[in-house]
């Protein structure tokens, strides 16, 4: 069975700060891992996502995550937090043989000005 | 322009009414979801569907149906709405493989009373 945990239901911190969203994923197969933002009454976006390769993945708005394979984790960084960052973040894990995908229960983050 | 639609945005029904939430996309994706967001549970998957009259239930199909006659539509209805559907539904839409993105619709806020 699949599942996600992100274990911090929210994160403070204030503006210009480093940041580190944990996520926690269980899977036997090969994973599929993503990261989506949600925004006030918005629907899910993308941030970034990782199938395979290079464990450090790029994503918009300076985002970044690392997969290791050996903690099962895929934790979302990035350098420096702008207050438009604030949002709920989601890691969501795939499977590598079916089109379920498995969400968190989402990280809210507060960016403080 | 890639996007998922949802209508409506907003809604209130009483309990024993029939709710009929709309979705659509333009971007020829095989496979469509519903899943509902309630606060501290993340997304919990309602049903997907892999393509015309191809669905299956998700994680929590109990008291939901869906419909799925045109590719780029795909209904869930509620009959006789109960005050614990009141949520936040999403729909959302992919290629049909598990390592690709998936894109949100905005969500529907049902409220139940």
């Known amino acids: 069975a699949q599942s996600v945990t992100q274990p911090d239901a929210r994160v403070t911190v204030s503006e210009g700060a480093s940041l580190q969203l944990r996520c926690k994923y269980s899977y036997s197969g090969t994973p599929y891992l993503f990261w989506y933002v949600q925004y006030p009454r918005q629907g899910l976006q993308l941030l970034l996502k990782?199938?395979?390769?290079?464990?450090v993945v790029q994503g918009v708005n300076g985002f970044e995550a690392e997969f290791s394979k050996s903690n099962s984790s895929f934790h979302l960084r990035k350098a420096s937090v702008h207050w438009s960052d604030s949002a709920v973040y989601f890691c969501?894990?795939?499977?590598?043989?079916?089109?379920?995908?498995?969400f968190g229960t989402g990280t809210r983050l507060q960016v403080l000005p | 322009d890639m996007k998922v639609t949802q209508m409506p945005r907003y809604l209130i029904k009483r309990m024993g009414e029939n709710v009929l939430l709309e979705c659509g996309q333009d971007m020829s994706h095989e496979t469509m979801y519903w899943y509902r967001q309630d606060p501290g549970l993340g997304l919990q998957l309602i049903y997907i569907?892999?393509?015309?009259?191809?669905?299956s239930e998700g994680d929590i199909p109990k008291g939901y149906r869906v419909s799925r006659k045109k590719r780029e539509h795909f209904s869930l209805i509620l009959d006789s709405a109960k005050t614990n559907q009141t949520s936040v539904y999403f729909c959302?839409?992919?290629?049909?493989?598990?390592?690709?993105?998936?894109?949100f619709g905005k969500g529907t806020r049902l409220t139940v009373v």
């Open positions: 969501v894990l795939g499977s590598s043989n079916t089109n379920k995908v498995v």
């Open positions: 569907s892999y393509d015309v009259d191809s669905n």
């Open positions: 990782y199938y395979s390769g290079d464990p």
């Open positions: 959302a839409s992919s290629p049909g493989t598990a390592n690709t993105e998936v894109f």
